[in-house]
């Protein structure tokens, strides 16, 4: 015995299929109208990786620059080797305080400026800087008595300072003027 189908029936799986996905596309039309895109205002929190920029300018220690991406509570140290502008002096290691002096490769003294930075940034973006700053450059020569004989040691010239300010993280620049005329331009930028 055969079952006769009515001429305009669909099967029943077909027609579910069909109200289903009809369904479903009234859904999600609904669903991409109905919520407010997601506005980002800051992809980095107040106190999250920030890049600081250290420019030193000093007729003494030479003209500096780097950036270095810091976050709150941390501390990074910027430290940078020049050729004085006479060239290296010699040294050896009979002269006094040798092992602290900044040498080149031959062991010749040059000039080191050091900065350590320790930013600590507020909810409101105000970056907290304490600056720690040390530089030393030869500045000719002196004689010096050592081993039972007389020889040729660099006389140095130095700085150690420690400044503490605050400044926004905006990209302006906040400029440091040191005690022997030396200035330091920090900008922090997120």
Known sequence: M??????NARPASRS???AAAALAAGMFAAAAHAAPPITVTSQVPPDGPIQYTVKV??????NSQETRTISSG???DFNWKTVPPGGPVAATDL???????PLDANGAMIRQTQIRLAPVVAQDGTATVQMSF???????TAAVKAGGK?????KSVSISQIVRFTM????????????DGSQVAVSAKR
């Open 2 to 7: 055969s079952r006769r189908r009515k001429p």
């Open 16 to 18: 579910a299929a069909v």
């Open 57 to 62: 300018t000093s007729k003494q220690f030479g």
């Open 74 to 76: 941390q501390t990074d």
């Open 95 to 101: 002269c006094p305080n040798y092992a602290s002096l």
């Open 134 to 140: 040390q530089a030393q450059t030869p500045h000719g």
């Open 150 to 154: 007389q020889i040729q040691c660099p």
């Open 168 to 179: 926004p993280t905006n990209g302006s620049v906040k400029t440091l003027t040191l005690s």
